[in-house]
């Protein structure tokens, strides 16, 4: 099983951006599919991005054209860019790897990982 810990949130104002960071160990993970996900309080859990094996990539209609989301393999991590960020992306991110990542986002109800701690991401002025 792999291990994932997730850091780089913070405070922000509207508008502003942050680089979150999903550092990952325990096995081979490069054969692996990552998702991120969310949880905003009194929320469920939400899917914002993920990326396969090969590189390709895909967003929550939410964050499309804000978010990116990469892979740097020779430093066992999984960046997710966030810009313009606005006062409904607050929520705690969590990194865990999918079974898959095709067309959309997954469901986070079907992840590989338990669940980490999360990178908390506050928006507000």
């Known amino acids: 099983q792999l291990k994932l810990v997730e850091s780089g949130g913070g405070l922000v104002q509207p508008g502003g951006s942050l680089r979150l960071s999903c550092v990952i160990s325990?096995?081979?993970?490069?054969?692996?599919?990552i998702g991120w996900f969310r949880q905003a309080p009194g929320k469920e859990r939400e899917g914002v991005s993920c990326i396969n094996v090969s590189g390709d990539a895909n967003y929550a209609d939410s964050v499309k054209d804000r978010f990116t989301i990469s892979r740097d393999n020779a430093n066992d991590t999984v960046i997710l860019r966030m810009n313009n960020l606005k006062p409904d992306d607050t929520a705690r991110y969590y990194c865990?790897?999918?079974?898959?990542?095709?067309?959309?986002?997954?469901?986070?109800?079907?992840?590989?990982?338990?669940w980490g701690r999360g990178t908390l991401v506050t928006v507000s002025s």
């Open positions: 325990g096995a081979p993970w490069h054969y692996y599919d």
């Open positions: 865990v790897s999918v079974p898959e990542c095709v067309d959309r986002v997954p469901n986070p109800k079907y992840v590989w990982d338990d």
